[in-house]
């Protein structure tokens, strides 16, 4: 069974960081690409950043970069999200995601940026 279980959010001034993590199991993790998604209160759920299978390529939404860094582990089979400087337009739910035969989800961490 596909499962990925998300961690490290938190409440967070603005200006900080927080730095997420996700486990994923019941698939052969170094084998997909895969990403973070969010949903901020009372939006649809987008597209933060993704990583490639081996971890050479990255790409982010225009949003976040040069603040986020995606990268994984895929000898733990974890996927991780730094997240810098953070500002309030990022609190928000922040899931991991990937298509292993189907969209997979995880039940996410909610991350709030305090002013």
């Known amino acids: 069974q596909v499962r990925f279980v998300e961690s490290g959010g938190a409440l967070v001034q603005r200006g900080g960081s927080l730095r997420l993590s996700c486990i994923a199991s019941?698939?052969?993790?170094?084998?997909?690409?895969v990403d973070w998604y969010r949903q901020r209160p009372g939006r649809l759920r987008e597209r933060v950043a993704s990583?490639?299978?081996?971890?050479?390529?990255?790409d982010y939404a225009d949003s976040v970069k040069g603040r986020f860094t995606i990268s994984r582990d895929n000898a733990k089979n974890m996927l991780y999200l730094q997240m810098n400087n953070l500002g309030s337009d990022d609190t928000a739910v922040y899931y991991c995601?990937?298509?292993?035969?189907?969209?997979?989800w995880g039940q996410g961490t909610q991350v709030t940026v305090s002013s």
């Open positions: 995601h990937a298509v292993v035969g189907s969209e997979r």
């Open positions: 019941g698939f052969t993790f170094r084998e997909y690409d």
């Open positions: 990583i490639t299978a081996t971890g050479s390529g990255t």
